[in-house]
């Protein structure tokens, strides 16, 4: 497949926002892909670099050669050379880089230079998100969208999944199966302002756990030992041996098992949340290392019987069976909003972020934000991501400081800005936002900084307040930083809908 093929498609997606309509026009592009093809094909089309990184920032998209007269790169040479600049290293590795991109940009059409520029500046708004592509991929194997969804659930990636589907249909769908020792993506939760609203949208008795500002873990166990991974599927196992130790001590031969790692103070209250992420995001272990308390609250596949279908009932008694107490996350079962209430009181008081509200008939639907989970806090936060960001002055000079908030919009893959904020930064943070942001940086004038669509950050707010200085026509008030989160993509950031949602309940 030429790229250009991918580079029309893209267009085309991008100006229509009807869902059904970028389907179809996703599932007509992979229908011409060959199998060998349709995992990077899948990949161009959602926006995601293959390689994750390859050592090109904005700098190296400056300068580029004049374009090609006629289309000649496909998209296998096109996935090779950005495997070639980003296996470069060492002394003159940059320039290195900057001549084989051009050698590359040297031989795209001009249609083709705009799409990879924009691709490798995370800057494609097409809205061919993970649930719309895997309605294409469907469509284009001519196979159920549940086949796809259940296979992508397993293995945890569009790409496998679309050459399976594209080779071998539901055959090849169906081969897909929970492994233990490979992760498959989180089940999410939906929330509500309340423990009223969070009981209206469930019927019958519940169950109600604290919610922990934590690492979401997914933690796998087997005779070759115990590996865990985090909610974005990075494997962390070699920075946490306090968790490894804690999970070898269970009585069982295989089981995955879903959680939270928090880093807990003598008395249970939580340490702050840059203690807990420290030791997941360092490789490095010293015995002064604050450890990290291991909080099951789920489990998917124990001593060889998958449990991803069994109701949440079934599930928990069968990890009661495994896991003591004191490795388990607090929770009751109640169909009483009055006592789910004063359950959630006693887990902010000791210092958590709430509950979650969990129906027992719900299996365990991975990857979704669905309803048989409902996340209650007791403060209005949002979890937004950073579009560009302000220089700042006076004290501040010389740093980024004035962040632009965006909720993600499901219908076109971009983002709606909600408002400006610096406020809750402090000085240790300010350097690193400036740090982190300009890694990210696309484009700039003399005051602001464009960056991609990459960095999420947990804002806390008083209100929301209609705006016609925005395009979505709200805006947040009083919005403060709690923090970042690099364990949370852009994909998995808060929506507009969310936004307008909470807009009424506020007024």
Known sequence: MLLADIARTSDA??????RKTKVSLLAECLRTAEPGEAAVVVAYLSGDLPQRQIGVG???????PGPATGPSLTVLEVDAAFTEIGEVS???SVARRRTLLGGLLGRATHAEQDFLIRFLAGELRQGALDGVMAEAIAAAA???ATEVRRAVMLRGALGPVATAALAGGVTALRAFRLEVGRPIKPMLA????DMDEAFAKLTGEVAVEWKMDGIRAQIHVSPAGVRVFTRTLDDITDRLPEVVEAMRGLALDTGVFDGELIALRPDGRPHPFQVTSARTMT???SDDSVPLSVLLFDVLHLDGDDLLDAPAADRQAALAR???DDLRMPRIVTDSAATATAFFTESVRLGHEGVVVKSLDTPYTAGRRGAGWIKVKPRHTLDLVVLAVEWGHGRRKGYLSNLHLGARDPATGGFVMLGKTFKGLTDKLLAWQTDALRALAVREDDWTVHVRPELVVEIAFDGVQHSPRYPGGIALRFARVLRYRPDKSAAEADTIDTVRAIAPVMD
């Open 58 to 64: 904005y700098a190296a998209l400056r300068d580029i």
């Open 322 to 324: 495994v896991v003591p």
């Open 283 to 285: 490789r490095t272990h």
């Open 142 to 144: 001519e196979v159920p």
């Open 13 to 18: 997606v991008t100006a229509t926002s009807g």
């Open 190 to 193: 939906a929330a509500a302002p």
């Open 90 to 92: 060492g002394k003159g």
